[in-house]
């Protein structure tokens, strides 16, 4: 079983930055594809981002390809998400996920294990 929990929403400016973390413990990290979607209020929960165990591929949605950033730490347990240049319509609760196959990575209920979630909230 592996418990994630996100940290680093917030209240931000158009045009700003926030990372977020998801911190896991329990299974073995290190050999998870980890993911985050997010969830704007009365809209389906979409897919954001992928990363694979090694780090060395990852992936975006078209909305934030060239401002998102997801990396991970293996050693610290710990996937993070890095987002520039935010904009209002990236207001939404974002949760980490974990254990997807890789080529299955977009879809949300190919993964076992969810985060509680953390809001992020961009003022225009």
């Known amino acids: 079983q592996v418990h994630l929990v996100e940290s680093g929403g917030g209240l931000v400016q158009a045009g700003g930055s926030l990372r977020l973390s998801c911190a896991a413990s329990?299974?073995?990290?290190?050999?998870?594809?980890m993911g985050w979607f997010r969830q704007a209020p009365g809209k389906e929960r979409e897919y954001v981002a992928a990363?694979?165990?090694?780090?060395?591929?990852?992936d975006y949605a078209d909305s934030v390809k060239g401002r998102f950033t997801i990396s991970r730490d293996n050693a610290k347990k710990t996937v993070y998400l890095q987002m520039n240049s935010l904009k209002p319509e990236d207001t939404a609760v974002y949760y980490c996920?974990?254990?997807?196959?890789?080529?299955?990575?977009?879809?949300?209920?190919?993964?076992?294990?969810w985060g509680q979630g953390t809001q992020v909230t961009v003022s225009s």
């Open positions: 329990g299974g073995t990290f290190s050999i998870y594809v």
């Open positions: 996920a974990a254990d997807s196959p890789w080529p299955r990575r977009t879809r949300d209920y190919e993964y076992h294990f």
């Open positions: 990363i694979s165990w090694s780090g060395g591929n990852t």
